[in-house]
Structure formats: C-alpha cells, structure tokens
C-alpha cells in the first residue's frame, strides 16, 4: 500500500491537517495517509510549545477523526518510543509494516531539511518526499534555487494546496482553547461546587 506519512505535533489536530493531507494523498496517488504524532516531551522541550496536549489525548483525537476515514492511519510508535525516534527510522519501521512510504511536510518543514534534520540523503533516496505547498510559497523555485534540495529534486514532490486551509494552524487553536480554558476555570471558582456543571450552559 503506498502510504504518505505525516509526522508532527498534531497539538491538537486541526481541520487544515486532516484537509490537506488527504488533498495530498489524492495530487500524489497514494493509498493512504498515516499520521504519526510525536511525543509530548519533545513538542516541549525540544519544539518549545507553550502548551502541549498529552500523548494520550493526542492519539485519542487521532483516531477519533479517523475512525470514519478509512484512507487515514494512525501509529502510535513515536509516542510510544522511550525516546523520540529520528524520521528516518520512523520511515524504516512503517516500511517493514509493510507500507510503501513517502515522507509528507509543509514548506516550513522543507527548508528546515539542511540544518535541522537526520538521515536526509537516506529518506530521499530510500523513501522521497511530498512537499505541500501553502501561503504562495513556492517550494519549486525555492528546490531549484538551493544548492543542497536541488540535488534532491528528482526525490521531491511538490503539491499545491488549496488556500481555504492557508489561515488554519494548531497555535491558533491551542490559543482559543487556552481562552476558553481559562473563562471556565473563572467561572468554577466563582460558584458553588454543586454547580460546577454550570460551564456546559456555555455550549448552548
């Protein structure tokens, strides 16, 4: 089965996510997407978030959406690893799954490949790449002009993306819910304990 793999943070999953990356696996004639969320640990840590939802809840989410989406997957090895695997090996454990794998990024992903990654001469020639494109980045001149992905080229696909989604990201999202978070935590100190189900008034 030819399989896009989607790694990130996912914190939390957002409409823009799941969108595109079936746009994606459509413009590159894949089977399926497989979303593979990494640890909480190192969204903090190493990504510096200012907020990150739990492993657990994360993966619930995950396949809360796709439970009614059979060309989405989701794998739990990265969160369950002891440690945060590099790409390269989360690519090789899916191959011998069984799945015939292409790593799927966003631009912001793309340039960051020289200078923030591992393995990458590996991941292109064994596996390629299906670049997405958003905000009018233009990620085939920017393959074309750079001295290192231009000697990848051939290993990169470029896929355009619809621009309903361009506005859509996690940040902003992890933003309302801290507002909304924080709206009700005021309101449950403020009544009685027999009436901390007041809050769900608010969704009416």
């Known amino acids: 089965m030819k399989a896009l793999v989607f790694g990130g943070a996912f914190n939390p999953p957002s409409r823009a996510h799941i969108d595109l990356a079936y746009h994606a696996m459509q413009e590159s004639q894949s089977d399926c997407v497989i ?4 640890k909480m640990s190192y969204i903090q840590k190493e990504q510096g978030k200012d907020y990150a939802f739990r492993d657990e809840d994360r993966l619930s989410m995950l396949n809360k959406i796709a439970e009614n989406k059979d060309w989405m997957i989701v794998s739990d090895f990265e969160i369950h690893s002891d440690t945060q695997p590099r790409t390269y090996l989360t690519l090789q454990h899916l191959k011998e799954e069984g799945y015939s794998c292409r790593l799927l990024i966003g631009y912001d992903k793309l340039i960051e490949l020289e200078t923030n990654w591992q393995y990458i001469p590996e991941i292109m020639h064994e596996f390629g790449v299906v670049a997405m494109d958003r905000y ?5 001149s920017y393959i074309a002009k750079d001295p290192y ?3 990848f080229a051939s290993c990169i696909q470029v896929v355009h993306t619809p621009d309903i989604y361009h506005s859509v990201s996690s940040t902003q999202i992890r933003r309302k819910y801290m507002e909304i978070r924080n709206e009700l935590k005021t309101l449950k100190d403020m009544v009685p304990e027999e009436l901390e189900g007041l809050y769900a008034y608010l969704n009416r």
């Open 149 to 151: 992905l231009s000697g």
């Open 136 to 140: 009018e980045d233009d990620c085939i």
């Open 35 to 38: 979303f593979v969320p990494s």
